[in-house]
């Protein structure tokens, strides 16, 4: 199915933005990636897909912006932009150091925030849609995790903002909050029998999410189908914040 749809996913070099570019690509969207890993020759899949990845960090934010203008010069528009980079951290609250707590925030909400607003102040005559992946550690605690909740929370609070804010320019801003996903990310968890064990006590699917798990509401939530939803968050999570 070929829509000749653009779309830019932050972060999409492993993991759930890999799954993301995947689904999309599969889908018939042109598909932009970015990474600070994103050699091209590291990423047959990318390649067989037609994914086109760059290397680029999101806290660059001219580096964005002008990725996105590229983008938009070569198909006329860029459709979608979800920013979904982000980067965790196992340590207590009172061991965070400054360079820790800045990383955090400035790769998981200002690049989140800058990224949207280059994406809106390019098309703001034309619209758009961007699609946060913030997480179910937006809306509740754990520990080990408080700046990383952080980030999410304020992603979440700010999707809203953005949705209202936006919203006579044709832009719709809506998040997806993962629960526990089968990534690099998780890596520390699937490590510790006992963490897991505990997991799945109160993962009422008895799993752990899978990227494509995530690429299901995204490429609804970037269709024209969901032209009236805006300023929403989606949890995909097993039920783990049902109980
Ligand atoms: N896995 C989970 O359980 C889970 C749950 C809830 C929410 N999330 C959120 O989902 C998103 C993706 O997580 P994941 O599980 O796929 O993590 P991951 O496996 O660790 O992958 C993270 C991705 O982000 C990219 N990235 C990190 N810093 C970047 C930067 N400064 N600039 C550009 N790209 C950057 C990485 O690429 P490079 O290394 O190439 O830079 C990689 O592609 C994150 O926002 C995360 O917070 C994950």
């Known amino acids: 199915m070929a829509t000749h749809k653009t779309v830019l996913i932050t972060g999409a070099t492993r993991g759930i933005g890999k799954g993301l570019a995947l689904a999309f690509a599969d889908a018939g969207w042109i598909v ?44 006329g528009l860029l459709d979608c932009l979800i920013n979904n980079a982000g ?15 800045s990383r955090i925030i400035d790769t ?6 800058e990224c949207s607003q280059s994406y809106y102040k390019m098309q703001r005559k034309a619209g758009g849609c961007i699609i946060n992946v913030a997480s179910v550690l937006g809306m509740v605690g754990t520990s ?28 719709r801003v809506n998040a997806i909050c993962p629960g526990f996903i089968d990534t690099d990310m998780t890596d520390m968890i699937k490590k510790r029998e006992a963490i897991m ?31 009236y939803i805006t300023g929403q968050t989606i949890v995909v999570d097993g039920g783990l914040t049902a109980m």
């Open 87 to 101: 980067v965790a951290s196992n340590t207590p609250a009172s061991a965070l150091s400054s360079e820790e707590i």
């Open 144 to 171: 080990l995790a408080s700046v990383y909740s952080g980030t999410k929370g304020a992603v979440i609070a700010m999707t809203k903002s953005l949705a209202i804010e936006w919203a006579n320019s044709g832009f």
């Open 32 to 75: 932009y990636g970015t990474g600070r890993c994103a050699a091209k020759d590291a990423h047959a899949w990318a390649d067989a897909q037609k994914i086109i990845l760059k290397e680029l960090s999101v806290t660059d934010s001219a580096g964005m912006a002008a990725l996105m203008q590229e983008i938009k010069e070569k198909h």
């Open 197 to 227: 064990k505990k997991l799945f006590e109160v993962i009422p699917l008895k799993r752990l999410g899978r990227p494509e798990d995530i690429a299901a509401p995204a490429l609804m939530l970037a269709s024209d189908a969901a032209s």
């Open 108 to 113: 998981n909400f200002r690049a989140v925030f």
